[in-house]
């Protein structure tokens, strides 16, 4: 149980409200979907976060996933530290660009070049406006609840806080731009055959998540990654997978690794950045090329490319290598995975999990795409979150939302996680 209330943080979050809008620097943070009120971090280490009242939380968001070796893993604090030492940011070339390049390159193949960026969402927003620019085509094509960062042409019936905050097309997108972007139901081939067949020369790329994630989480079904791939290879359209989320952390190549499909360019963050601001797309060298100064697309990052950013994540990558990290996580995931269907048994909860992602759906499933993880019921996940966090246990603060662990996470606690959901479904 959370040993002490939670006055401090209450108090804070009534004091960050007067400066941030609804007091968060990103909306699914301010618990809306859940109620109450958010606790505020003191410290992260290993699979804990405890708040500014002495709490103590199993933690199951991993800030988004970038924490797959759980918070703080002394090989990238001392990677870290090391760097700093150096400087914190050149504005110029430097070595640690080269050894993630190759890193990244040997982790994905499909990566013949890579430009290192931010956030997920520059990384998506490049890949879009290079495949634009690579075509000389407009049209991109997403699928409902994908969501790709707050890229204006991709918040379009977009998931994660877009979907949590009820607003899956953002204000502000002009609606001559989000004319441009044709959106689909995940899994239904005959729905992108369709629009092939009308729009094939016109269709710049297709992005996906290959594992959507933000609606929470669901999987291709047999064929349909494979469908997209000839259906590109068929019109010159390209095939874009945003792999910010599962990129590294499902495989060592992602989600392109495990389902054997190859995209033309690939987004990628957060586990690359070991818990520091990254985002990174790459593909094909005649793609890339076109990217300034090779080519005539623009983009650019005074931070791109940041020393202790990089350090962060190759330290990272490094110990998941040294450790085998993704057999490790796929161990703990079936022992996961088998003891939460123990606490479920007949409830009507919908569990999907691959390797350390996993969703529980309020709704008895089958969940396969958009439509279906909109009749989870939203209130009966509030409950539950509110009963889990009680009792030490911090899910996403949302239904549409996908919860991780990392290799920090013990079998004891996954045994403890799975009494605390027991009891938190009564
Ligand atoms: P960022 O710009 O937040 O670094 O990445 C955007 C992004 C792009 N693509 C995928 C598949 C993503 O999941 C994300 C961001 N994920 C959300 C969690 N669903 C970040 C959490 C938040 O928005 O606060």
Redesign the pocket.
């Known amino acids: 149980m959370r040993k002490n209330a939670t006055q401090k943080s209450a108090r804070l979050f009534s004091q960050a409200k007067t400066l941030m809008p609804g007091g968060v620097n ?1 909306p ?2 301010a618990f809306r979907a859940v109620g109450g009120h958010p606790f505020f971090v003191k410290s992260a280490q290993g699979s804990k976060l405890t708040d500014v009242d002495g709490n103590e939380y199993l933690d199951y968001v991993c800030t ?1 996933g970038p924490a797959i070796l759980g918070h703080a893993p002394r090989p990238v604090i001392r990677a870290v530290r090391a760097a700093a030492h150096n400087g914190l940011s050149f504005g110029t070339c430097h070595e640690l660009e080269i050894q993630m390049a190759q890193t990244l390159q040997s982790l994905v193949p499909s990566i013949e070049k890579i430009r290192m960026v931010n ?3 520059e990384a ?1 927003m490049s890949c879009i406006r290079l495949a634009r620019g690579f075509t000389g085509r407009d049209i991109i094509v997403k699928f409902e609840g994908c ?3 707050h890229v204006d042409s991709l918040l379009v019936r977009a998931g ?2 877009a979907l949590t905050n009820g607003h899956p097309d953002s204000a502000g997108v002009p609606k001559a731009l989000a004319a441009l972007t044709r959106t689909l139901p995940f899994n239904d081939v005959p729905a992108v055959r369709e629009l092939f067949r009308k729009e094939k020369r016109s269709i710049a790329a297709i992005i996906l ?1 290959p594992v959507p ?2 609606a929470g989480l669901y999987l291709p079904e047999p064929g349909f990654l494979e469908e997209l791939r000839h259906l590109c290879n068929h019109s010159g359209a390209l095939l874009i997978f ?1 792999e ?2 599962t990129g590294c952390r499902l495989a060592p190549g992602g989600a392109q690794e495990i389902f054997g499909i190859q995209p033309d360019l690939t ?1 990628l ?1 957060k586990v690359i950045g070991g818990g520091l601001p990254i ?1 990174a797309f790459g593909g094909r060298a005649d793609i890339m090329d076109c990217l300034s100064p090779e080519g005539p697309v623009y983009q650019a990052g005074t931070l791109s490319g940041n020393p202790l950013s990089l350090a962060a994540g190759l330290a990272q990558l490094q110990e998941l290598q040294r450790i085998d990290g993704w057999r490790r996580l796929e161990r703990k995931g079936r022992h996961l995975e088998q003891t939460l269907r123990e606490s479920i048994g007949k409830k009507p909860i919908c569990l999907h999990r691959i390797g350390s992602m996993f969703c529980l759906f309020f709704t008895p499933g089958p969940v396969r795409n958009f439509s279906d993880a909109q009749k989870s019921n939203p209130q009966a996940f509030g409950k539950f979150f509110r009963s889990c966090l009680r009792q030490g246990v911090y899910f996403p603060p949302s239904q549409f ?1 996908t919860a991780f662990f990392s290799t920090a996470h013990s079998l004891e606690e996954f045994e403890n996680t799975a009494r605390v959901v027991a009891t938190a479904f009564k």
């Open positions: 990103s699914v943070r988004w956030s997920g969402t998506t969501y790709h960062g994660s806080g998540e994630a933000n945003d910010v989320m987004a963050g985002g939302e």
